[in-house]
């Protein structure tokens, strides 16, 4: 069977042609689906070609005329990637290769800490520049063994690190931070350029960022300073408010996705190699005509794409459950008044402030000393939902870290997080896990110390019948 490449004016025509070509298809070619803008009024066309063809044609084609992207096909595998960018003249202050690199050392962490098979070092990961004098821009694709079912799953992945980002900030705790005054929070603010997740995360940092100015704190698993990390948020380029330093835009169906060496049709700056790339490819001894590339820039040719078309043995997990928008900080008397109400939260300050005592104590209950006694196991409480309606009064604390005991085996987990439900009502808690063999396991019930459970002191013995709106009458 011939190799194919053909052109389209429709991405919908070169999709249809490519499935079926593929569905047809016992040969080895590698289809992939590119978009250009084509001389002289940079109308947009679309090829469908097998990879290495393209890269032959591609290496030929002048500087003035590579205006290419790579089309991220919806239902495809796909690396981990990230656009980066911010205003400069809006963000005078920040220094990008700098912020570049603490944003992947902290995605890298939680990476780690979500489980073993995703250990990987900066050298995993290829930075592309393409930084004009008004905009700072990197990409950023990582070069993991597995890859995610399609990108819609890799924008889900995305939303978790940015929560991960928020609970640090949210629930660190010091005489710098403590003893600044909190801003006042903008209503009715934009953020258009955002997914509604994580546009409701940024509704709830912002009035928070302030009070960083005088925390020289560092946080202990990305080893970053608080201060370094709100720069993750960056102001806006009509100064209308803040944006994440990652375009959330960038995680939609058949994404077009600029490659290496090419630039905007009415713009000179190309994607290229950026200073603080570490990430190198295989060096081999061949040799290649001048016209075409040689190994070392094919393999970085190929990295650079989002496309994974390696043989796949699994495919990096990400929760199922959909996160929601954090709620705003609302009184419970302000519920709705329904027949059976139902009340769900996982604002982690508004608890803070509801159970200051619990929160403490179930922040300081994952460690443990280390098995050799050097050092000690910790994990950080980063999030926390509350449920409550007739039938239950339960608050589930998760954590990222070390610590991953587990009492059914006894021992800690090799990847899987564990976490801690506590039944309000009872004042007890118990313990489960995330790992799938565990997953209907729950701990010894414990009870809480007295001093942690204020509110159970309000209850009289007729405790059994009353249900927590009736409770909140008596608070």
């Known amino acids: 069977m011939a190799y194919a490449t053909r052109t389209f004016w429709s991405q919908a025509e070169a999709l249809d042609f490519m499935m079926e070509r593929q569905k047809n298809n016992n040969s080895d070619e590698i289809l992939y689906l590119f978009s250009f803008e084509s001389q002289p009024e940079g109308k947009r066309r679309y090829q469908v070609a097998d990879i290495d063809i ?20 919806d239902k495809k ?33 939680f990476m780690r800490k979500r489980s073993d098979d995703l250990d990987y070092s900066i050298k995993d990961v290829l930075v592309l520049d393409s930084t004009s004098p008004k905009k700072f821009s990197r990409h ?30 949210i629930n660190h705790q010091c005489p710098g931070v403590i003893n600044s005054s909190l801003s006042r929070v903008q209503q009715n603010q934009s953020y258009a350029d955002s997914t509604v997740f994580s546009k409701n995360l940024l509704n709830s940092l912002e009035p928070h960022l302030s009070r960083f100015e005088h925390c020289d704190c560092i946080d202990d698993y990305s080893q970053l300073k608080f201060k370094d990390m709100i720069e993750f948020m960056v102001n806006k380029s009509d100064g209308t408010g803040i944006i994440w330093f990652c375009d959330m835009g960038v995680y939609t169906k058949n994404r077009a996705f600029r490659l290496l060496r090419s630039s905007k049709f009415d713009k000179q700056e190309c994607f290229t190699i950026a200073p603080e790339n570490q990430w190198k490819p295989i ?3 061949c040799r290649s005509k001048t016209s075409e590339p040689n190994d070392a820039e094919r393999q970085t040719f190929m990295a650079s794409l989002v496309y994974f078309n390696k043989p796949i043995r699994r495919f990096i997990d990400v929760d199922d459950e959909n996160p929601t928008a954090i709620q705003s900080i609302n009184s ?10 139902s009340y769900m939260t996982d604002d982690m300050r508004k608890m803070s402030l509801d159970y200051p005592e619990l929160i403490n104590y179930m922040s300081n209950i994952a460690r443990d000393k280390k098995d050799d006694g050097n050092g000690i196991r910790i994990s950080r409480l980063y999030k926390a939902k509350e449920i409550q309606n007739d039938f239950r009064w339960e608050i589930s604390f998760l954590y990222v870290g070390d610590y991953k005991y587990c009492e059914k085996i006894k021992r800690h987990h090799k990847a899987n997080n564990i976490y801690f439900v506590v039944d309000m009502r009872k004042g007890t808690y118990r313990q489960k896990c995330h790992d799938t063999d565990c997953k209907t396991f729950q701990g010894v019930e414990q009870t809480l110390p007295q001093h942690v459970t204020p509110w159970l002191m309000l209850l009289d013995d007729d405790w059994e019948n009353q249900n927590p709106q009736s409770l909140q009458k008596t608070s």
């Open 54 to 73: 393209f890269i032959h044609e591609y290496y030929q084609l002048p500087a003035n005329q590579r205006h290419t992207y790579e089309i991220i096909v």
């Open 77 to 109: 595998p796909s690396k981990l990637y990230f656009d980066l960018e911010y205003d400069i003249v809006a963000n005078p202050n920040i220094d990008g290769p700098r912020l570049t690199t603490n944003f992947i050392q902290f995605v890298l962490n």
């Open 140 to 169: 950023l694709i990582f070069q993991t063994k597995d890859p995610f079912l399609d990108n819609i799953a890799v924008g889900k992945f995305v939303n978790l690190i940015l929560e991960d980002i928020h609970g640090c900030l």
């Open 283 to 285: 060096l081999r001894r």
């Open 332 to 341: 419970r008397m302000q519920r709705p008044n329904h027949s059976s109400p």
